[in-house]
C-alpha cells in the first residue's frame, strides 16, 4: 500500500481468502458472470471466486475503457497488464479486431477466464507472464494495475513492461488517488518517462505514459 494511501476504493478487497494476484487462488472456484456495459460494447464476461473485481467490473476498469483517449495502434500489438477475467482486453478486441492482444496475468484462475472471455477473437491469447517472450515488442499496454502488490513490486512491473514499448508506445493506466496514482504519476515523471494525466474522474487519475 503506497504511503499515501488512506484506503483502498471499495471495489480493492481481497478476493475472498487470499489476494487476487495469487498464482494459484486456494478459494473454491464458484463461477458466475458480470455484465461489461460500455458505448460501443456489452458483453457478459464469465468470472470466479478468487480473482479481482468478480462481481462486477471495477469501476477503474470502466472509467480507462470509458474515457482514455481512443486506440493509437488499432492494428498493432496491445497488452493488457494485469488481465484478471479480462474486461480490458476484451475491450481491445472488440475495438482492435485486427491487433494481436496478450492478456497477461499471475493468476492462473483468472488467465484460463480471460482466455474462454476472448474466444472467438483470433488475435487474442490470455497468458502467465512466464509465457510473454522474453523480445516481444508492444505498441500499448492498458491497465488497472496491481497497486496491492506493493510499491517496490509494483515499478519493477512497470519497468518490465515499459522497456517493451516501440519508440512511439504508450501505456495507459488507471488508479484511484486513494491507491497512490499521483505519488506514481511522480516516480514515472522521476525516472524520466513522459507522463500525463489525461483524464480525472470519481477520484481515478488517467495516466498516459510515453515511451520515450
Ligand atoms: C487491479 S487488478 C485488474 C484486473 C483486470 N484488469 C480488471 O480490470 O478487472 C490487477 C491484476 O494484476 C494481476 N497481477 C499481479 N501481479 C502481476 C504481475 N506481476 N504480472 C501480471 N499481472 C499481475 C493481478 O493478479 C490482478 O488480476
Redesign the pocket.
Known amino acids: 500500500m503506497p504511503a499515501d494511501a488512506p484506503g483502498p476504493p471499495a471495489s ?1 478487497p481481497p478476493a475472498d481468502h487470499g489476494h ?2 495469487d498464482d494459484d487462488p486456494q478459494v473454491s472456484s464458484a463461477p458466475t458472470s458480470v455484465e461489461l456495459t460500455l458505448p460501443d460494447l456489452s458483453v457478459s464476461l464469465s468470472t470466479d471466486r478468487g ?3 468478480r462481481d462486477r ?2 469501476p ?2 470502466k472509467l480507462l475503457l470509458i474515457d482514455a483517449p481512443a486506440l493509437e495502434s488499432p492494428d498493432g500489438t496491445l497488452v ?9 482486453a476484451v475491450a481491445l478486441a472488440h475495438r482492435a479486431p485486427r491487433a494481436q492482444i496478450w492478456a ?4 492462473r484462475r ?1 488467465v484460463a477466464l480471460a482466455a474462454a472471455n476472448l474466444a472467438g477473437h483470433a488475435g487474442a491469447r490470455a497468458v502467465h ?1 512466464d509465457d510473454v517472450p522474453s523480445d516481444l515488442e508492444v505498441d500499448e499496454i492498458w ?5 496491492r ?1 506493493g510499491k517496490p ?1 509494483l515499478h519493477e ?1 512497470l519497468d518490465t513492461w515499459h522497456a517493451r514499448l516501440r519508440p512511439d508506445g504508450r501505456m495507459v493506466l488507471v488508479v484511484h488517488r486513494h491507491l497512490g496514482a499521483d505519488s506514481l504519476h511522480r516516480w514515472l515523471e522521476s525516472t524520466g518517462r513522459p507522463t500525463t494525466r489525461v483524464a480525472s474522474r470519481m477520484g481515478y487519475r488517467l495516466l498516459e505514459v510515453r515511451a520515450e
Not at 104 to 107: A, Y
Not at 143 to 147: F, Q, V
Open positions: 480493492h487476487y494476484f480473482v479481482f473485481s467490473i471495477d477503474g476498469t493488457d497488464l494485469g488481465c484478471g477475467y479480462g474486461p480490458i497477461v496475468d499471475v493468476n483468472a507472464p491497465s488497472n494495475p496491481p497497486i502488490i513490486a512491473l
